[in-house]
């Protein structure tokens, strides 16, 4: 018997649609916006450096949701290691790069930032100082002033002369007497003759927090007191100390302002710090 069998398709000859693209991709490099690069080449490089602008450095304009809570968490690690974080530098970073007796070598901000961490930490080292490396550490950016550190760590009293000498010979040296009221900040004991550093001491209070509690909360003061939650803007509940209007209990807003553009550089953003032996023993 003769079988019918219903005629096959003709199988496609084309294995591969033709290409959809006829170019292959030009990969270009990202560009900054002009007002990031205009901040940059302003308020982080030396005018007395010739060292390039860098477009590709990581750009941060808060501190992340959580730092002030890592940050308390550090200090209070620290205080129960025995070496509380009891003292707190402010290094305006664009006038100490100014200046022709600062020792640091570093043009960029960020890297002026990590040698003069770097040099406090092998302060600490040396006989006969011998003090711990404990320490947290935020930038922050003023417009019409430029960008400062804050530097918090442990100072035992009988440890500040050694220390006020270290600034001297780092940036510059220390004004005779004190500043007037207006100018002097809460537990000041020394500043720089221009005012480009100062080194205050934690005042001891009828409060119930431990020492350094309120250091690390006004390091953390640079993180959102609102934030995203479900499509809306909320109180950040993760940060403790905040403003009355943002559901905190501090009157004002000095704890709730933005603290500008930071530029990190192209692997780190670089905005805070804390010290390892610390960091590795928060949960």
């Known amino acids: 018997m003769e079988s019918h069998s219903t005629p096959r398709n003709h199988e496609n000859t084309v294995k591969r649609p033709s290409p959809i693209y006829i170019d292959p991709a030009v990969p270009l490099t990202y560009e900054a916006h002009p007002d990031v690069l205009n901040h940059f080449s302003e308020s982080t490089v030396s005018p007395n450096s010739n060292a390039p602008i860098s477009e590709h ?163 953390g003061k640079g993180e959102p007191s609102r934030r995203a939650f479900r499509g809306k803007e909320v109180n950040n509940e993760e940060k403790s100390v905040r403003g009355i209007q943002f559901g905190g209990s501090v009157q004002g807003d000095r704890y709730d302002r933005e603290q500008g553009l930071v530029l990190g550089n192209q692997w780190r953003k670089g905005r805070y710090g804390i010290s390892r032996n610390l960091s590795s023993l928060i949960v």
């Open 57 to 219: 450095s990581k750009q941060t304009w808060s501190l992340p949701v959580g730092t002030q809570r890592k940050l308390q968490a550090g200090t209070a690690m620290a205080c129960e290691l025995g070496h509380p974080i009891n003292a707190l530098e402010t290094i305006r970073l664009n006038s100490v790069s100014h200046l022709d007796s600062c020792s640091l070598v570093s043009s960029e901000v960020y890297e002026l930032t990590k040698e003069y961490v770097g040099r406090s930490r092998k302060l600490c080292y040396r006989k006969p100082q011998g003090l711990p490396n404990v320490y947290v550490w935020v930038r922050e950016y003023v417009p019409g002033e430029g960008e400062h550190l804050h530097f918090g760590f442990h100072l035992p009293p009988s440890h500040r002369k050694s220390r006020i000498a270290f600034l001297e010979r780092t940036f510059e040296p220390a004004l005779k007497g004190n500043r007037p009221t207006e100018m002097r900040t809460r537990g000041e004991i020394a500043c720089g003759v221009t005012g480009s550093w100062h080194l205050a001491v934690e005042v001891p209070s009828k409060r119930s927090e431990f020492p350094g509690y309120w250091i690390a909360s006004y390091l």
